[in-house]
């Protein structure tokens, strides 16, 4: 069974950090293309940032770029959310999300070529 667990979500004040985890069981990540995803109350969901296979091309989301890096650890077959600087507009529920196939504009889009999904870890970001 394929399966992705994110964990590392809490409060936060504006300014902190956070790196997120999402650690798969079922299958190897290293094969996959990655994402990760949040959504807000009331908005709709977003992409945030994605890498591709190799981990050699990687995309974010405009509004997190310079402050949320993306990373793996094949050995440990888990995935990161690096997140500096944080606001309180990223005050949401992450998502980690493999799939087979990547284009990084049409995965931040639209979530093009995940598959798999977790189930999400909560970000508070609030004084």
């Known amino acids: 069974q394929l399966q992705l667990v994110e964990s590392g979500g809490g409060l936060v004040q504006p300014g902190g950090s956070l790196r997120l985890s999402c650690a798969a069981s079922?299958?190897?990540?290293?094969?996959?293309?990655i994402g990760w995803f949040r959504q807000a109350p009331g908005k709709d969901r977003e992409g945030v940032a994605c890498m591709d296979s190799s981990s050699s091309t990687f995309n974010y989301a405009g509004s997190v770029k310079g402050r949320f890096t993306i990373s793996r650890d094949n050995a440990k077959n888990t995935v990161y959310l690096q997140m500096n600087n944080l606001k309180p507009e990223d005050t949401a529920v992450y998502y980690c999300?493999?799939?087979?196939?990547?284009?990084?504009?049409?995965?931040?889009?639209w979530g093009y070529g995940m598959d798999n999904w977790g189930k999400g870890t909560l970000v508070t970001v609030s004084s």
């Open positions: 079922g299958f190897t990540l290293d094969v996959y293309a």
């Open positions: 999300a493999a799939g087979g196939r990547y284009n990084g504009y049409a995965c931040l889009s």
